[in-house]
């Protein structure tokens, strides 16, 4: 199977973007929420504001592939999931290691399977991405967890679970996926279980809007503590996608590396978190006008200090977004990775374009302001991928991204959205 990493992006530097953009539906609420309609034994799931990217393609051949109906209408951006016939609980390798969102998938397999047979978890290359807080929580709620290697040697985890118990669960740190796989447990075990040290992130409480109104009784989410009432069954029901802030953030950031102004429809403020606060103090001015957020940036940029951290803190999958915008700001900025120890590759692709960079373990010193020019760069990840789309509208000349899968993963219609505000970006297969 083609991994689809021919696929690059060409972008031509020097435009001012202006206009009105979509933000597209929230890739980190989509997958769980795929993952929660397999948990519904009857009827037909309906979610809307799907974003066409490749991770919900990978999804939906997923649920296919454990027996579900599954559609995506892409015109929609509805996708329709019959899962009343589950068949399969191998989750399996060619499908499941291209995206992380597979694993989300353990929890419905678990119930109405008996058990989830993971052939790999795949996702953004950030470095270590450990699944202990999820198998712990698991084990604590009665299932067994065995490695079994197969005589060709490849590797697979299986989970076993009768009637899962509920019970007191905690997550070391704040697991945003670890979150969303121990309520999806919960909400179909027997018993109450108490979830400490819950993720906070606006997606996760989209998940819990879902699950409720399947039928889970779900309390607490946003406080760090949620109590699940386990129930007999869920119902299929239809939900709207939350907008993508991670989205929404590298479209303000666009705005705030060319210059000129630019509405976001459906981008939220609130949702940025910090991020918000970063932006405007390099000087980038917003305006929340009902669900439009009207951005606009006309003075020099200044340099910034971020720090990554869970939601409401600056996400960490904007924190190469904004080291590209900090090689244009007027001095040194500082950014501290805290989430992951490896998603610092995109400093060197940077260095290619003209930038100033300096790297020590987690944490990177940004020189700026230096001039940029186009080069041909690789997108180690998705978000090195948005990074070097935004270094390449203000680089003089040509800049080639290849690995553009990386983009496709988690933007939908990157090239048009951002040529419709002026830019000059081609999508090359
Ligand atoms: C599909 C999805 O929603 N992906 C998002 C999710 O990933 P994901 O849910 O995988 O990220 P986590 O919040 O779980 O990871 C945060 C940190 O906890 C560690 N950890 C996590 C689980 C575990 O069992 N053991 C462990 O050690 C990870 O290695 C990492 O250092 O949240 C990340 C952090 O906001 C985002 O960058 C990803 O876009
Ligand atoms: C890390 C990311 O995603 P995933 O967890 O799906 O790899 C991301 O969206 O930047």
């Known amino acids: 199977m083609s991994l689809g990493h021919e696929v690059r992006y060409r972008v031509r530097g ?214 699940v009432e386990g129930v007999d069954r869920l119902t299929a029901v239809q939900h709207t996608v939350m907008p993508d802030r991670i989205d929404a953030g590298v479209l303000v950031m666009a705005a705030a590396a060319t210059g000129g102004e630019i509405s976001l429809v459906g981008a939220s403020l609130e949702h940025l978190g910090v991020a918000a606060d970063k932006l405007e103090q390099m000087g980038v001015e917003f305006a929340q006008e009902g669900a439009v957020l009207r951005v606009r940036r006309d003075r020099p940029l200044r340099p910034i200090n971020v720090i990554t951290d869970e939601y409401p803190g600056f996400a960490t999958d904007l924190q190469s977004p904004i080291m590209a915008l900090s090689c244009l700001a007027d001095g040194p900025s500082y950014i501290y990775e805290r989430i992951f120890d490896g998603r610092f590759k995109l400093a060197d692709e940077l260095v290619r374009m003209g930038a100033d960079i300096e790297v020590n373990g987690n944490r990177a010193k940004v020189n700026g302001a230096t001039p940029l020019r186009g080069a041909e760069v690789v997108a180690h990840d998705l978000r090195t991928g948005s990074a070097l789309v935004l270094a390449g509208l203000v680089a003089e000349g040509e800049t080639t991204i290849t690995n553009g899968y990386y983009l496709d993963r988690g933007h939908s219609h990157i090239a048009e959205r951002l040529n419709a505000l002026g830019a000059d970006i081609e999508r090359l297969v």
């Open 14 to 227: 020097g435009a001012e973007l202006n206009g009105t953009v979509f933000v597209q539906g929230a890739k980190n609420a989509v997958l769980p929420m795929i993952g929660a309609s397999l948990m519904a034994a009857e009827g037909r799931t309906v979610l809307r504001n799907v974003p066409i990217i490749e991770d919900v393609k990978r999804a939906v051949e997923l649920a296919q592939a454990v027996g579900a109906k599954a559609e995506l209408h892409e015109a929609e951006r509805t996708l329709v999931i019959d899962a009343s016939q589950l068949t399969s609980p191998v989750l399996p390798e060619e499908i499941a290691s291209r995206f992380r969102g597979s694993f989300l998938f353990v929890p419905a397999l678990l119930h109405r399977l008996g058990e989830a047979v993971i052939e790999g978890v795949g996702g953004c290359n950030l470095g270590s991405r450990n699944l202990d807080f999820h198998y712990n929580g698991f084990k604590r709620m009665g299932a067994t967890v065995t490695e079994q290697v197969s005589d060709d040697g490849r590797g697979s985890i299986h989970v076993k679970a009768g009637q899962l118990q509920g019970g007191t669960l905690y997550l070391d740190t704040p697991s945003h996926t670890g979150t969303e796989n121990l309520l999806m447990a919960a909400s179909l075990a027997e018993g109450t279980t108490l979830i400490k040290n819950c993720a906070l992130e606006p997606e996760v409480l989209d998940v819990i809007q879902l699950l409720q109104r399947m039928g889970a009784r779900i309390t607490g989410g946003g406080t760090g503590f949620i109590t």
